[in-house]
């Protein structure tokens, strides 16, 4: 597996283990207690690099107005991105091709497969971010779900006019 990071829950299972092992053991000798205090450490920078993560895609995690300010300027910065791979000649990255791309759709796909499982880890460790993130979490969701709903439906009341006026 050599240096890839580990699962939080996967090393925090192993740490468990070892302090179960120590307590059975009666401390079990500096062994134990080395290989406890390794494990330690490994899950804590497992911890601060995934909050950081975390606080780095966090924009679906706070209120509607401040996710939509700067979910707005990511999308932007995706599509300069794009339009500076094409200018180039360069294959267009995922999410930056501005022809392609609905923000609506892009925006529930990012909660719903990045957003929420992040967060409802975070939780799982944190109960706070159930009670105060998860809710903004969710209404963004919702508002990215009316947003989607509210053009396609507008799409298709343009489509139906041009139907009526030919």
Same mark, same amino acid.
């Given at each position: 597996? *050599?240096?890839?990071?580990?699962?939080? #829950?996967?090393?925090?299972?192993?740490?468990?283990?070892?302090?179960?092992?120590?307590?059975?053991? &009666?401390? %079990?000798?500096?062994?134990?207690? /080395?290989?406890?205090?390794?494990? !330690?450490?490994?899950?804590?920078?497992?911890?601060?690099?995934? +909050?950081?993560?975390?606080?780095?895609?966090?924009? /679906?995690?706070?209120?509607?107005?401040?996710?939509?300010? $700067? &979910? *707005?300027?990511?999308? /932007?910065?995706?599509?300069?991105?794009?339009?500076?791979?094409?200018?180039? %000649?360069?294959? =267009?990255?995922? #999410?930056?091709?501005?022809?392609?791309?609905?923000?609506?759709?892009?925006?529930? *796909?990012?909660?719903?497969?990045?957003?929420?499982?992040?967060?409802?880890? =975070? &939780?799982?460790?944190?109960? !706070?971010?159930?009670?105060?993130?998860?809710?903004?979490?969710?209404?963004? +969701?919702?508002? $990215?779900?009316?947003?989607? #709903?509210? #053009?396609?439906?507008?799409?298709?009341?343009?489509?139906? /006019? *041009?139907?009526?006026?030919?």
């Amino acid at each position: 597996r *050599g240096n890839a990071p580990q699962p939080i #829950l996967s090393i925090l299972a192993q740490t468990i283990d070892v302090t179960n092992e120590l307590q059975a053991n &009666g401390n %079990g000798g500096d062994s134990s207690q /080395s290989k406890l205090e390794q494990k !330690r450490k490994q899950l804590a920078d497992v911890i601060i690099k995934f +909050l950081l993560h975390a606080a780095d895609i966090s924009n /679906s995690a706070k209120t509607e107005d401040l996710a939509l300010y $700067w &979910g *707005g300027n990511v999308i /932007s910065e995706f599509l300069a991105q794009g339009d500076k791979e094409k200018e180039m %000649g360069l294959p =267009i990255s995922p #999410l930056c091709d501005r022809d392609t791309v609905k923000r609506h759709d892009s925006q529930i *796909g990012f909660i719903k497969f990045v957003i929420q499982p992040t967060f409802e880890l =975070i &939780g799982e460790i944190i109960p !706070r971010v159930k009670e105060d993130i998860m809710p903004a979490v969710d209404n963004n +969701l919702e508002y $990215w779900k009316r947003e989607k #709903l509210r #053009l396609s439906t507008s799409d298709i009341k343009e489509s139906l /006019s *041009g139907i009526e006026e030919e």
